[in-house]
């Protein structure tokens, strides 16, 4: 549910709350991988590259195997100069 609030504040640009949603989600459910993905990409989109680098890392352990958060992690890691 906390995951598809963040989605619809998003759609809103309600970047703040959003970003509230994802990681209520994550405490919620460490193990689903949505709100890893789009918690990281909304702080990509701020600049916080090394908060979203810290979060993709940390879906990649519950899911080694996810290509989407793999990706972001290296787009992340790229656009913070490492």
């Known amino acids: 549910m906390h995951n598809n ?6 759609k809103k640009t309600m970047y703040n709350e959003a970003i509230v949603e994802f990681e209520r989600a994550v405490a919620i459910d460490p193990n689903y991988l949505e709100p890893y993905y789009n918690l ?4 990509m989109a701020f600049g916080r590259y090394a908060d979203a680098i810290r979060l993709f890392r940390r879906g990649l352990i519950v899911n080694p195997d ?3 958060l793999r990706s972001q992690l290296s787009r992340a890691l790229s ?3 490492g």
């Open 40 to 43: 990281g990409s909304v702080l």
């Open 79 to 81: 656009l913070a100069g």
């Open 66 to 68: 996810h290509a989407e």
């Open 5 to 10: 609030l963040g989605a619809a504040y998003l």
